[in-house]
């Protein structure tokens, strides 16, 4: 089976840094995405990894370690609005996608 | 504003019955995901399809069904619908066939079964 794992909750202070870290089991891997969720809003992707490394997008960098299933999400210089659901996501065998449970982070002052 | 547009945003509706969701990629998206989010379930993928052809499968249940037209739209059936059938349903939609490009989010459309 699938199963993806990442912590309930965190919360991190404003201006700081705080990484989300996601760890995955799957029969066959086909990229992982993270995403961000506001609540009640819908998901609005933040980034993609296939290959082994780390993608830097502004504030919002994302590591993958196919070898050890795990991955992390790291936001920095963290603001206010940055406070939301953080889910991650794989893409199985079949291209299915598998999220896990989310992330819930609270940014403080 | 995703550019993806999903009707309707909500839906009440009694168990046993059918409902309908649609919805409209971004212009030039080829692809259509379907999502059902509950609070109990998190977000699970439903199905995929590219230019009209299934193209991946997760967890929909046998008396739901999708499809995708000529002009890319795609429409959810939902039908002898239980309690538990009440969630978010998303659609999202992408340019890519499959691998890492961006999927785009809609509103969603809310289902309530009463």
């Known amino acids: 089976g699938q199963n993806i794992d990442q912590p309930t909750e965190m919360t991190a202070t404003e201006g700081a840094i705080v990484q989300i870290n996601c760890t995955y089991q799957?029969?066959?891997?086909?990229?992982l995405f993270w995403y961000q969720q506001h609540a009640g809003e819908a998901p609005t992707f933040l980034s993609y990894n296939v290959l082994d490394g780390l993608e830097e997008k502004g504030r919002f960098s994302s590591f993958l370690s196919r070898s050890k299933g795990y991955s992390y999400l790291l936001l920095k210089e963290l603001q206010m609005k940055d406070s939301a659901s953080y889910l991650c996501?794989?893409?199985?065998?079949?291209?299915?996608?598998?999220f896990g449970t989310g992330t819930s982070l609270t940014v403080i002052p | 504003d995703s550019g993806v547009t999903q009707t309707p945003k909500h839906l009440i509706t009694a168990t046993g019955q059918r409902v309908t969701l649609r919805c409209s990629p971004r212009s030039g998206d080829l692809s259509v995901y379907w999502y059902q989010q509950s609070l109990d379930q998190g977000l699970q993928f439903l199905i995929q399809?590219?230019?009209?052809?299934?193209?991946a499968k997760g967890n929909i249940l046998e008396r739901f069904s999708a499809q995708q037209f000529p002009d890319l739209h795609s429409e959810l059936n939902l039908s002898s619908l239980e309690l538990g059938d009440s969630a978010l349903y998303f659609c999202?939609?992408?340019?890519?066939?499959?691998?890492?490009?961006?999927?785009?989010f809609g509103p969603g459309t809310r289902l309530t079964v009463t």
């Open positions: 399809y590219y230019n009209g052809e299934e193209r």
């Open positions: 799957t029969s066959g891997f086909n990229g």
């Open positions: 996501a794989v893409r199985g065998p079949g291209n299915q996608f598998y």
């Open positions: 999202a939609s992408s340019g890519a066939l499959a691998g890492g490009y961006e999927q785009y």
